[in-house]
């Protein structure tokens, strides 16, 4: 696969798992952006090994774990839209808080409760 088509298949792959809007955000970063699509979303979520689902759980658990809140709720709206429910993505937070420590998986406790709120 050439370069330019692992680039295509990331820009069709990150607009499926986070929308038009994320894609135009993350292209604007220019080199950074085109190696994002490329590598994250052409070479690794486009992989079939793992539904999006599951990716997704990983993607939240990793977050939450690194304490990443600036990416975290974009990625747990990608979550709630492939199929997760609010009280499976709770699990996957307390699940993180036993093996990363707790004040992460705090602060990722509070941005769900934020999101789950919008949702309502």
């Known amino acids: ?10 820009r069709a792959k ?16 220019g080199d950074l952006g085109r190696m994002i699509i490329e590598v994250a ?3 690794i979520y486009s992989r079939p090994g793992l539904s999006l689902r599951e990716r ?9 774990a690194l304490g990443r809140s600036s990416q975290l709720p974009i990625h747990l709206r990608s979550s709630l839209s492939a199929g997760l429910t609010v009280d499976e993505l709770r699990e996957v937070i307390l699940q993180t808080a036993v093996l990363a ?20």
């Open 1 to 10: 696969m050439t370069t330019d088509e692992k680039y295509e298949l990331g």
């Open 14 to 29: 990150l607009r499926d798992v986070h929308g038009e809007r994320s894609l135009e955000t993350i292209e604007a970063l």
């Open 41 to 43: 979303y052409g070479d």
């Open 56 to 64: 997704q759980i990983a993607t939240v658990a990793v977050l939450t």
């Open 101 to 120: 420590g707790f004040p992460p998986a705090m602060n990722a406790w509070s941005t769900l409760k934020t999101i789950a709120a919008e949702r309502d």
